[in-house]
């Protein structure tokens, strides 16, 4: 191909390669979509790289997906037109740090986990834990969020101003470094959430915060899921200041102490996270104790140990490897619908009746402090009538989600998985959006297949 030919004069050696393992490791992500090779992938050391890169890629109308650490889970990375996988993890420097000004500016492979350990020498962190240790660049692609969004916000509420090379190759800067401005319209957060359909991401300005003096838990054990949700409703209700508030259903347990050899009690679950001063976060475990108690909570145990906090977040962050552990060779579907919080009691009630009505096994977990909630499935990718159930099973969950004001996807995006429901929950709305996509990438090149691209997306769903 002319086009690889010429590629290989635009990069240095070393920056590209199309060995089949590396073409296999980027032809997919952690989801259950089936993988799709990329013709080369293509390891880009500075921005000017990218740029060339680019331009390139629209000369030859070439389709180029944006890699970071491949964690997500709607098959947002797979090529599904072959093309270049631009694999972000050399654009990986703390660029900069402003203690004063609560900021952080990070090329896009650098980690959560990267930047939290930069940031811990001014007494900062990064709070939006997704629970992947995934890069910034693509958590804030995907405007991700996590288990802390409760208290602090996900990753538009963090993404202060970028850096982004368009599909032409031309770089544009957008937002500032103050607070707020009402100046022009919101590119920013235009950018955020566009799964690299828009452009690729060379810098983030971050919002960051100051460590808090003090960091309390809680796990609160009741009878029945509904219990457990009608309870953490309660908290946000009351308004008690709350950092995370985590939901884990008694099957999830059960594998996560197969998993991780930990010894949780199988009984529907919240985790509990309170951060600030001490006599603060004192307070608020204790009111958040009280309105559990009135709600049925049979144990409230307070996780006062460092290190059983550490236990209990991990075991949080390890169900989704815990439940494909449990069934090896399967793939995970794991829904994401978000509903008001009001509605959140019936929507994981109306949930576990789909579940018990179409014989699925499947385990419920979710961020219930902000209405987002996950329902584990193990799918055979190549069974079509389980695959069937499994996509009847989660379009069900998602028109229940819309008819009551919710979206189809909390925090995992839409990538491959979703695209189908985009017409109905925006109706009207997805023509602007196909406008926006067309005047930005007019030959289709960025991500293609994907978020509202209206074409097919041949081997990848």
Same mark, same amino acid.
């Given at each position: 191909?002319?086009?690889?030919?010429?590629?290989?004069?635009?990069?240095?050696?070393?920056?590209?390669?199309?060995?089949?393992?590396?073409?296999?490791?980027?032809?997919?992500?952690?989801?259950?979509?089936?993988?799709?090779?990329?013709?080369?992938?293509?390891?880009?050391?500075?921005?000017?790289?990218?740029?060339?890169?680019?331009?390139?890629?629209?000369?030859?109308?070439?389709?180029?997906?944006?890699?970071?650490?491949?964690?997500?889970?709607?098959?947002?990375?797979?090529?599904?037109?072959?093309?270049?996988?631009?694999?972000?993890?050399?654009?990986?420097?703390?660029?900069?740090?402003?203690?004063?000004?609560?900021?952080?500016?990070?090329?896009?492979?650098?980690?959560?986990?990267?930047?939290?350990?930069?940031?811990?020498?001014?007494? %900062?962190?990064?709070?939006?834990?997704? @629970?992947?240790?995934?890069?910034? =660049?693509?958590? /804030? &692609?995907?405007?991700? +969020? *996590?288990?802390?969004?409760?208290?602090?916000?996900?990753?538009?509420?963090?993404?202060?101003? %970028?850096?982004?090379?368009?599909?032409? @190759?031309?770089?544009?800067?957008? =937002?500032?470094? /103050? &607070?707020?401005?009402? +100046? *022009?319209?919101?590119?920013?957060?235009?950018?955020?959430?566009?799964?690299?359909?828009?452009?690729?991401?060379?810098?983030?300005?971050?919002?960051?915060?100051?460590?808090?003096?003090?960091?309390? &838990?809680?796990?609160?054990?009741?009878?029945?899921?509904?219990?457990?949700?009608?309870?953490?409703?309660?908290?946000?209700?009351?308004?008690?200041?709350?950092?995370?508030?985590?939901?884990?259903?008694?099957?999830?347990?059960?594998?996560?102490?197969?998993?991780?050899?930990?010894?949780?009690?199988?009984?529907?679950?919240?985790?509990?996270?309170?951060?600030?001063?001490?006599?603060?976060?004192?307070?608020?475990?204790?009111?958040?104790?009280?309105?559990?108690?009135?709600?049925?909570?049979?144990?409230?145990?307070?996780?006062?140990?460092?290190?059983?906090?550490?236990?209990?977040?991990?075991?949080?962050?390890?169900?989704?490897?815990?439940?494909?552990?449990?069934?090896?060779?399967?793939?995970?579907?794991?829904?994401?619908?978000?509903?008001?919080?009001?509605?959140?009691?019936?929507?994981?009630?109306?949930?576990?009746?789909?579940?018990?009505?179409?014989?699925?096994?499947?385990?419920?977990?979710?961020?219930?402090?902000?209405?987002?909630?996950?329902?584990?499935?193990?799918?055979?990718?190549?069974?079509?009538?389980?695959?069937?159930?499994?996509?009847?099973?989660?379009?069900?969950?998602?028109?229940?989600?819309?008819?009551?004001?919710?979206?189809?996807?909390?925090?995992?995006?839409?990538?491959?998985?979703?695209?189908?429901?985009?017409?109905?929950?925006?109706?009207?709305?997805?023509?602007?959006?196909?406008?926006?996509?067309?005047?930005?990438?007019?030959?289709?090149?960025?991500?293609?297949?994907?978020?509202?691209?209206?074409?097919?997306?041949?081997?990848?769903?």
């Amino acid at each position: 191909m002319q086009w690889m030919q010429e590629l290989a004069r635009v990069v240095r050696p070393g920056q590209m390669t199309t060995s089949p393992s590396v073409l296999e490791q980027h032809a997919k992500d952690e989801s259950y979509h089936p993988g799709v090779l990329p013709d080369v992938v293509v390891y880009p050391e500075s921005q000017d790289d990218v740029v060339a890169v680019m331009r390139l890629a629209s000369a030859f109308r070439v389709p180029v997906v944006a890699f970071g650490v491949g964690s997500g889970l709607e098959g947002h990375v797979v090529p599904v037109r072959h093309g270049i996988s631009l694999d972000t993890s050399r654009l990986n420097r703390v660029l900069e740090i402003r203690p004063g000004d609560f900021l952080a500016c990070v090329q896009p492979g650098v980690t959560r986990t990267e930047l939290n350990q930069e940031l811990g020498r001014h007494g %900062l962190f990064f709070p939006v834990d997704p @629970g992947a240790n995934a890069s910034l =660049g693509g958590m /804030a &692609a995907t405007g991700a +969020s *996590g288990t802390t969004t409760v208290r602090y916000g996900a990753m538009r509420e963090h993404v202060r101003a %970028l850096t982004v090379v368009l599909a032409d @190759g031309v770089v544009i800067h957008t =937002g500032s470094l /103050a &607070a707020k401005s009402s +100046s *022009g319209y919101d590119l920013t957060h235009l950018f955020v959430g566009s799964e690299g359909t828009l452009g690729i991401f060379t810098e983030l300005w971050l919002k960051v915060w100051g460590i808090p003096e003090a960091t309390l &838990a809680a796990r609160a054990e009741f009878e029945t899921v509904e219990q457990a949700v009608a309870a953490s409703t309660a908290i946000i209700g009351a308004g008690v200041a709350v950092v995370r508030l985590e939901l884990v259903d008694a099957p999830f347990f059960q594998y996560i102490n197969a998993y991780a050899g930990t010894t949780f009690p199988l009984h529907p679950t919240l985790l509990l996270e309170f951060r600030g001063s001490r006599m603060g976060a004192a307070a608020d475990l204790a009111a958040a104790r009280e309105l559990v108690m009135e709600e049925g909570c049979t144990v409230f145990d307070q996780v006062q140990d460092s290190g059983r906090q550490t236990e209990m977040w991990a075991a949080r962050h390890s169900a989704a490897f815990a439940f494909m552990a449990a069934h090896p060779g399967r793939g995970h579907l794991a829904t994401d619908v978000c509903v008001p919080v009001s509605q959140l009691p019936q929507a994981v009630s109306a949930a576990k009746f789909a579940l018990a009505e179409m014989g699925m096994e499947g385990a419920i977990l979710g961020h219930v402090g902000d209405g987002n909630f996950h329902v584990s499935l193990a799918v055979d990718p190549s069974d079509r009538e389980d695959m069937a159930r499994a996509e009847a099973f989660s379009g069900r969950l998602i028109d229940q989600a819309l008819a009551v004001g919710g979206t189809c996807t909390g925090e995992h995006g839409v990538g491959l998985g979703k695209r189908r429901y985009q017409a109905r929950e925006h109706g009207t709305s997805l023509a602007v959006m196909h406008r926006l996509k067309a005047l930005l990438d007019p030959e289709d090149i960025l991500n293609p297949g994907k978020l509202v691209d209206p074409d097919p997306a041949p081997g990848g769903g």
